[in-house]
């Protein structure tokens, strides 16, 4: 019994890793304040979704979608919700997953109990990223619009749904200057 213990305990020690960073998993989107997701945000209530797909394709979505000629594309890109028109900015932002290796370290440490030097330093720890876009929307008077209080957000976070879900969909987003807005 005690040789079983001990078998499971190194095995626990080789193979356990300590996360000291998680990277959130939003399972579709999520509304919240940029700031308190990522540092260096504005402080501002912002819609948040993962994005799998390639760096600067949300870009081309938004450019072609609003026909913006790559002018302004990040920033301020006007659009209508119930004839009141508003303006989305956008920032593309990753959050990463870090995790501490035990392994590597013991067998560090036992190499150098036996004058050698150490061979999987670059191993200690490991990292994961994903990928997410933070949308943030106000309106003429620069109020935030995805505010609780404010009274037209509801109306609002179904528009941002709806590009989410268009945005996820489309496979090319040249074919996006033909739909009629």
């Known amino acids: 019994m005690r040789t079983l213990l001990s078998l499971i305990s190194i095995l626990f020690l080789f193979s356990a890793c300590f996360p000291t960073k998680i990277a959130p998993n939003i399972k579709e989107d999520k509304v919240m304040v940029a700031e308190k997701f990522k540092k260096g945000l504005p402080k501002r209530n912002s819609f948040i979704f993962e994005d799998p797909k390639d760096a600067n394709e949300f870009y081309q979505y938004i450019n072609n979608k609003f026909n913006l000629n790559d002018t302004d594309v990040r920033w301020n890109v006007p659009f ?3 004839n009141t028109e508003y303006y989305l900015s956008f920032n593309e932002v990753e959050r990463t997953t870090k995790v501490i290796n035990v392994a590597p370290m013991i067998i560090d440490a036992a190499l150098e109990n036996n004058d050698l030097g150490p061979a999987l330093e ?5 990292r994961s990223g994903k990928w997410y876009l933070v949308l943030t ?9 995805l505010k609780e209080s404010y009274t037209k957000r509801d109306e609002i976070v179904v528009f941002l749904r709806q590009l989410r879900k268009e945005y996820l969909s489309t496979k090319n987003y040249t074919s996006l200057l033909f739909k009629k807005q």
Do not use: K, L, P, R
């Not at 670059?122 to 490991?126: F, K």
């Not at 929307?137 to 619009?145: I, S, Y």
């Open 80 to 82: 209508i919700v119930n």
């Open 122 to 126: 670059d191993s200690y720890t490991s």
């Open 137 to 145: 929307v106000n309106d003429e008077e620069f109020m935030d619009c």
